[in-house]
Nanobody, 129 residues
């Protein structure tokens, strides 16, 4: 599975960005797609993910209420809409893919970094104050 992230950039506080993660490859449609971010000097942080079935979740923590995540199954693309951006959102945003499970995957499992085996190159988001 190949992952291409795009949509990052420089934005002012309060602005919006929409990140896209396009998954390609023979088995791309059978993978859950997630977004993580990592700021300088900080640990990687889960932002959101969409399962193959289209169930999407986002973190309840730092971006609560400010992000919307969705999946276009026909395009194997997951979108991360981020609104009301603040400087603390500055990070490299990575999209990633995990093989689908045949059983229900709860939110805890969806957000677990170790289940994601394919990682894209990342896209930089910078929010100026």
């Amino acid at each position: 599975v190949q992952l291409q992230a795009s949509g990052g950039g420089l934005v002012q506080t309060g602005g919006s960005l929409r990140l896209s993660c396009a998954a390609s490859g023979r088995t791309a449609s059978s993978h859950d797609i997630g977004w993580f971010r990592q700021a300088p000097g900080k640990e990687r942080e889960f932002v959101g993910a969409c399962s193959v079935s289209g169930r999407c979740i986002s973190t309840r923590d730092s971006v609560k209420g400010r992000v919307a995540i969705s999946r276009d199954k026909a395009r194997n693309t997951v979108y991360l809409q981020m609104n009301s951006l603040i400087p603390e959102d500055t990070a490299v945003y990575y999209c990633t893919a995990a093989p689908r499970r045949t059983v229900f995957v709860d939110d805890s499992e969806m957000s677990r970094p170790s289940r994601y085996i394919y990682w894209g190159q990342g896209t930089q988001v910078t929010v100026s104050s």
